[in-house]
């Protein structure tokens, strides 16, 4: 009996072992797969973050050295389109002048039809003596009448004047006589 007890002391010992360094294994096994898996992860968050660093540099490079690219593509636009404004005007300039004298020619003539057919219409051979006779009598007839017809506001202007003007030069007992006789010298009713 205590030959079976031996054997399986023996048995059960060398199966506990075996579990045990099953165990063992498994368990370095398993600590050095999620070592590695960290490492694996770290590295991979470092070239990501990598990644990320060198885009962002490069977004800011671009945006940074953009003003510069955008003078070189235009290159000597500013001067070309400064000439261009300026022929544009001077073209304008021309173009107006040239057309003018043409405008000139066509109001001329246009008057001078519109005069020989007045003339025709109303039968004048000589319109100095139209003005003369007829324009000439009217402009003269109506500046006598608007001075006619008017001449007694430029009276009352002046009677105001020289009352206001004795009264600054003879002060005292001629003042109160004309004082008490101004609004009917200068035509007002009081």
Known sequence: MNAIR????SVASAVGGFFGSMASRVRSGAVRGFNGARSAASSAMHAMGSAVSSGVHGVLGFFR?????????????????VSAGRDVVSGLGNGIRNAMSGLLDTVRNM????????KSVLGIHSPSRV?????????VAGLAEGITG???LALDACRVWLVG??????????CVRLWARLPRMAGISV
């Open 111 to 118: 008057g001078s039809q519109v005069a020989n057919a007045a």
């Open 65 to 81: 050295n953009l003003p510069g690219n955008i003078r070189r593509a235009l290159g000597n636009m500013g001067s070309l389109l």
């Open 150 to 152: 008017n001449a007694g």
């Open 6 to 9: 031996s054997v399986v002391s």
């Open 131 to 139: 003005f003369r006779d007829q324009v000439g009598r009217q402009v």
């Open 165 to 174: 003007c004795l009264m600054r030069l003879m002060p005292g007992l001629v």
